[in-house]
């Protein structure tokens, strides 16, 4: 089992810049990939970005390419998005994501093990 704990949402302006973290615990070792997701109202589960949890590929959805980045420190099982130039249709809840073994598809929530609870990212205009 893993256990993942996101953090770092809230409210900020249109613009302004946020850093969202996800703490893993248990089976860290058997992660594969780890990611963010958001849901807003009414809509699906969206893919933001993924990474391999061991380092190389790391894919970004469009709407957020050279806007947000992920990281991590690998130390402490600590996952990051750091999102910049925020906007009002950013405003989600963000949810972090891992994969046990190769994702099948690296967009499709479905092909993630591992949860969190989700953190709430509102920006206002």
């Known amino acids: 089992q893993v256990q993942l704990v996101e953090s770092g949402g809230g409210l900020v302006q249109a613009g302004d810049s946020l850093r969202l973290s996800c703490a893993a615990s248990?089976?860290?070792?058997?992660?594969?990939?780890m990611g963010w997701f958001r849901q807003a109202p009414g809509k699906e589960r969206e893919f933001v970005v993924t990474?391999?949890?061991?380092?190389?590929?790391?894919y970004y959805a469009e709407p957020v390419k050279g806007r947000f980045t992920i990281s991590r420190e690998f130390a402490k099982n600590t996952l990051y998005l750091q999102m910049n130039s925020l906007t009002p249709e950013d405003t989600a809840v963000y949810y972090c994501?891992?994969?046990?073994?190769?994702?099948?598809?690296?967009?499709?929530?479905?092909?993630?093990?591992?949860w969190g609870q989700g953190t709430q990212v509102t920006v206002s205009s």
């Open positions: 990474r391999n949890w061991f380092g190389g590929s790391t």
């Open positions: 248990g089976r860290t070792f058997s992660m594969y990939a």
């Open positions: 994501a891992a994969a046990i073994g190769a994702p099948r598809s690296i967009s499709r929530a479905d092909s993630y093990n591992y």
